[in-house]
């Protein structure tokens, strides 16, 4: 009998061969021994003013020395003359489900979205795909570390800061279990007491908390995945990212959790400015999720997006800037960030609301979004301010390592200027 490839089977085939899976061909950047001079250039600390004329050495992983004028005589380092280039701190993007999807239309890449309304044990690092051709765009935009972050139910896991480099999820982990992650439900805009959604997000709370006293009274106790895995939520040691659009949906999740002693993060906070004052008062951040968007109803005006983050400035409270956009679009990060500069921030305030403000809201400011000795040597060489759209990212280190910039975009770039150039 003649075998007969279909149109369908040619697609089937083409998934289970990877196709689909995305399975980058890059190698994860090799330890460096010794110490790395970067010299001749500006460094762009982030946490004090830019050093003109500067260097910044690091060894075994870490920043060692920061400065300006007459460069330190360290024996046996690499020397790499920066040319009048700028140097950063990698950027963050501090809101993504990078490497649990490849595409959307491919559904045997979909791992962002356990079964399950209440999954709190799912771990998103463990899923995490390091062979994905969208880690290799993302970080050619300079984006070195990202918070990863499952959806789909109202309890769907633990979200994971990654380092975007790594050979498995256990090389890319930063932080394994970074935030429980609440979907808060979506509410009218008048609410007369509390909505049934909110009592059994509660309810699963209170039994959790109910058989973590008994387990650790008697020991004997089966193990209870879901509840253990909420545990450094309830007892203080992890926050809670809460999923929150609405003045009135983040309203009613600060006070929620501020009742049960959570510690709170607000993800979107598209309203979050209506209810500044509770932020303040709480010291609650909130993480806006993009500023390309459009506004939440037709009768506020069309910038509102854009100016979020200047207002959330004015009124005092916390915040950093995610992408909104899917893994493929996520190198747009430092695109928002200027938009929001465009529009009120002024450019230190956009360069650390994607580096120092995103690492410290997220548990890792003691390590990274800075240049400062002691510091994770996770950094960037840009042409210029990374803001500005036609700055290129020409090297950078993960953790002292330096990765490969190349991806699926360079190589058919290429690839087609070839074909011209033979032309």
């Avoid at 300079?142 to 975007?164: E, S």
């Avoid at 609440?182 to 109910?210: C, H, M, N, Y």
């Avoid at 906070?269 to 500023?291: K, N, Q, S, W, Y």
Wanted: hydrophobic share 40%; with cysteine; proline share 8%.
């Amino acid at each position: 009998m003649i075998f007969q490839r279909t149109p369908i089977l040619v697609a089937a085939v083409l998934i289970s061969t990877g196709f689909a899976r995305g399975q980058s061909r890059q190698i994860p950047a090799a330890p460096v021994a010794g110490t790395t001079l970067l010299v001749g250039g500006t460094i762009h600390p982030v946490t004090s003013p830019p050093l003109d004329d500067g260097w910044i050495a690091f060894e075994n992983g870490r920043i060692t020395l920061v400065g300006r004028g007459d460069r330190p005589v360290i024996d046996n380092a690499e020397v790499i003359d920066l040319n009048g280039r700028h140097v950063y701190p990698g950027l963050i993007a501090a809101d993504s489900i990078l490497g649990l999807v490849e595409t959307g239309m491919a559904e045997v890449t979909h791992d962002h979205n356990e079964q399950g309304s209440y999954t709190p044990e799912a771990r998103a690092v463990v899923a995490i795909n390091p062979d994905s051709d969208l880690i290799p765009v993302t970080r050619a935009a300079g984006i070195l570390t990202a918070l990863t972050v499952p959806d789909g139910g109202k309890l769907p896991g633990q979200a994971a800061v990654i380092r975007l480099d790594g050979w498995d999820w256990e090389d890319m982990a930063i932080v394994p279990s970074a935030a429980l992650v609440i979907e808060w439900p979506s509410l009218p805009r008048t609410v007369k007491g509390t909505p049934k959604q909110v009592t059994a997000i509660d309810t699963f709370f209170e039994d959790a908390e109910a058989w973590l006293a008994a387990a650790d009274a008697d020991s004997s106790l089966p193990r209870d995945s879901r509840a253990e895995a909420m545990r450094a939520a309830i007892e203080g040691g992890q926050p809670v990212l809460i999923k929150a659009s609405t003045a009135g949906q983040i309203a009613m999740a600060v006070a929620w959790a501020k009742q049960r002693g959570l510690d709170p993060i607000i993800l979107g906070g598209e309203e979050a400015d209506e209810v500044a004052t509770l932020l303040v008062e709480d010291d609650v951040p909130v993480i806006v999720r993009g500023v390309h968007r459009y506004p939440r109803s037709r009768n506020r005006d069309p910038d509102e997006p854009h100016t979020l983050p200047s207002r959330l400035r004015d009124k005092g409270v916390r915040f950093c800037i995610a992408p909104r956009d899917r893994p493929a679009h996520l190198r747009n990060l430092p695109h928002h960030a200027a938009t929001a500069v465009a529009n009120g921030l002024t450019p230190d305030e956009g360069l650390r609301a994607i580096t120092i403000d995103a690492a410290e809201i997220l548990g890792v400011g003691d390590r990274l979004g800075s240049l400062e000795p002691g510091k994770a040597a996770t950094l960037i060489i840009t042409t210029g301010d990374p803001l500005q759209l036609r700055t290129e990212v020409e090297q950078a280190w993960i953790d002292g390592r330096p990765v490969d910039l190349t991806s699926r975009h360079t190589q058919l770039r290429d690839k087609y200027r070839q074909k011209y150039a033979d032309g």
